[in-house]
């Protein structure tokens, strides 16, 4: 047991405050000795699990963002951080109502289980039952669909149900309990772990800082920070450490125990194996309030938290993870016993929350000395001039039509090219945001819809640029040094617009919505859509400046 996790989840769940929920069919019994968990139980868990996680935070992740804000109010050199942080608050109030998810991308679904020998469901295929959960919640909430199969080794389509989910059961104890830890993990944010196989060389102190230093600046902004970060180092094999990383991200390792100064070999040989370092965790604190970046745009807030975790390895071997969870940080705890099933509190109500803690919130338009309007509905070029007046850096409100359009499209469009037809005539007329929504629930415009990762269409730049084409493009995160090239060689411009706001951005700023082509690409369908006040920054200007 000292090297495995299941004493410091079992530790994180002794802390964590859960109420009993009320299931439909049969309940859990003793068979012999042995709790029976009617398989049903499970599905029932992952479904009121995920929707859960969805659109209500844990009570800690909002007060760290709300804490963070009154951080950035008083901070001498604020940035932007108070604006994001602003727009995540408000956010997480708005996706409260139950209807748009925290986020569009409501993510991978990922459950690990530990599941005592005493407990059985006779199901022989937990993971199915639990699958089945994930599919009912996802359809029946409008979360976002976004697994995509393969049909062959380069042909793509969307699952339709957001399946399968990625499902980890370990065995644990004897307790008759069957715990869980369900996450919906974003693209972006995954997209942000990374896995270095270093040596014994890294582990000394001015090697391992410079380490560290390049890859928190390598972070970016394009998970949505502020970032729960989770660092590791060794593990007995590469994947039991990213393990360990994605865990950690989730707080799941938080109640592993740090070293003590001085610590000898017989003291760290009674304790886990897997260990906190305080000096390096304040650290990684500091590397993320001078990278500038911020909570996104510019300032001190990239990291809410760090995690920085050693495990044992082999002589030969140091394997090292750098992860993050994003501003929709999505993690929720549920057992089940005897009682019943059991799930993590939630805040439901986070405007009392708020108000309770005397954040007064505020909106867009506020501070209107520093805000510009400029609307969207007069040809590019037209655009393309009135962005011409700002600086990197400077706010704008944005209203008009805007075309929303990520990957799949993308690539239809390169094929397009590449069979020597011309590209659809709608992408000459509007700025791409780069976007793929949740579904639109009833009475609403629109699903949650914030930005996605810009990066991920620079491959395109070239060739749509050169014919007129996203020469005003709307996204988050940074962009290659190819782009910044582009965008002055075109006169183009980048801007980027708050992620992890989604419920927000989509209730207070899309005023229309309409399919425009390919619907068979799910939430990757082209759109059209109508934008009021849409916050946007400007990233890169037409002379290749960049704010990041
Ligand atoms: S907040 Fe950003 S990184 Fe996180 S899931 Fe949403 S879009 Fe992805």
Redesign the pocket.
């Known amino acids: 047991m000292r090297g495995g996790f299941e004493p410091l989840v079992e530790e994180a769940f002794k802390q964590t405050s859960f109420e009993l929920i009320d299931t439909e069919g049969e309940r859990p019994r003793f068979i012999d000795g042995r709790l029976f968990i009617p398989p049903g139980l499970l599905s029932q868990a992952a479904e009121e699990g995920f929707r859960r996680l969805s659109f209500f935070f844990r009570e800690s992740h909002l007060a760290m963002l709300a804490e963070q804000l009154a951080l950035a109010e008083n901070d001498k050199k604020p940035g932007n951080d108070g604006f994001v942080l602003n727009a995540l608050l408000r956010n997480a109030v708005i996706a409260a109502k139950g209807e748009l998810a925290?986020?569009?991308?409501?993510?991978t679904a990922v459950i690990y289980g530990w599941k005592s020998e005493n407990v059985f469901t006779g199901s022989g295929d937990d993971d199915a039952w639990l699958e089945s959960g994930i599919g009912a919640a996802y359809k029946k909430n409008n979360l976002r669909l976004s697994q995509i199969g393969a049909s062959s080794f380069l042909d793509e389509f969307n699952t339709g149900n957001n399946l399968p989910a990625q499902i980890q059961i370990h065995a644990s104890g004897k307790n008759p309990v069957y715990r869980f830890l369900f996450i919906?993990?974003?693209?972006?944010?995954s997209n942000k772990t990374s896995l270095f196989s270093m040596t014994k060389s890294l582990l000394e102190e001015q090697a391992f800082e410079k380490f560290l230093e390049e890859k928190i600046k390598a972070l970016g902004t394009?998970?949505?920070p502020p970032y729960r970060l989770a660092v590791v180092v060794g593990g007995t094999s590469p994947e039991f450490n990213l393990e360990a990383c994605k865990l950690a991200s989730a707080e799941a390792l938080d109640s592993a125990p740090y070293f003590e100064p001085g610590e000898d070999k017989e003291k760290s040989a009674s304790l886990p194996w897997i260990r906190r370092d305080k000096q390096w965790e304040e650290k990684a604190m500091s590397i993320g309030r001078r990278t500038g970046l911020g909570a996104q745009f510019g300032g001190s807030s990239l990291l809410l938290d760090a995690r920085v975790l050693r495990l044992p390895r082999h002589a030969a071997s140091c394997p090292v993870s750098i992860g993050v969870s994003?501003?929709?940080h999505r993690n929720l705890y549920a057992y089940i016993d005897s009682e019943g099933l059991h799930l993590e509190k939630t805040v439901t109500d986070p405007a009392k929350f708020l108000k309770e803690r005397g954040i007064n919130l505020k909106t867009f338009d506020s501070n209107t000395a520093i805000i510009k309007r400029i609307s969207v509905n007069k040809g590019i070029k037209e655009v393309c001039k009135e962005l011409s007046n700002f600086n990197v850096g400077d706010k704008i409100l944005l209203s008009g039509k805007l075309l929303m359009a990520r990957d799949a499209a993308h690539l239809k469009w390169h094929n397009l090219l590449k069979e020597g037809k011309a590209l659809p005539e709608y992408l000459y007329a509007y700025p791409v945001y780069y976007a793929g929504p949740a579904a639109t629930p009833p009475g609403k415009v629109i699903g949650s819809l914030?930005?996605?990762?810009a990066g991920r269409m620079d491959p395109y730049g070239e060739e749509f640029m050169s014919r007129g084409c996203s020469l005003v493009t709307v996204a988050?995160g940074n962009r290659s040094a190819e782009w910044k090239k582009l965008c002055s060689s075109y006169g183009a411009f980048y801007l980027g617009t708050i992620?992890?706001a989604?419920a927000l951005l989509s209730e207070e700023n899309v005023t229309g919505n309409e399919l425009l082509d390919y619907p068979e690409l799910g939430m990757e369908a082209v759109r059209l859509i109508t934008v009021k006040d849409l916050p946007v920054f400007i990233i890169i200007d037409n002379k290749g400046n960049s704010l990041y």
Not at 102 to 107: N, P, S, Y
Not at 184 to 189: D, I, L, M, P, T
Not at 450 to 453: A, E, K, N, R, W
């Open positions: 925290l986020c569009q991308d409501t993510g919906a993990k974003g693209g972006g944010s394009a998970a949505c994003c501003a929709a914030g930005p996605t990762t988050k992620g992890g989604a």
